[in-house]
């Protein structure tokens, strides 16, 4: 039960750090679209 909590603890903590990075290539994709025009 310990043990499976930690995983999806850290599986938990990846999909958010991946989210992150989504989110950020989206705002700098925007910024970039934004600037070309």
Do not use: C, Q, V
Not at 8 to 36: D, H, P, Q, V
């Amino acid at each position: 039960m310990n043990d499976f909590g930690r995983k999806l603890i850290k599986t938990t903590n990846l999909a958010k750090n991946s989210l992150k990075r989504t989110i950020l290539a989206e705002t700098s994709l925007k910024r970039t679209i934004l600037a070309g025009n």
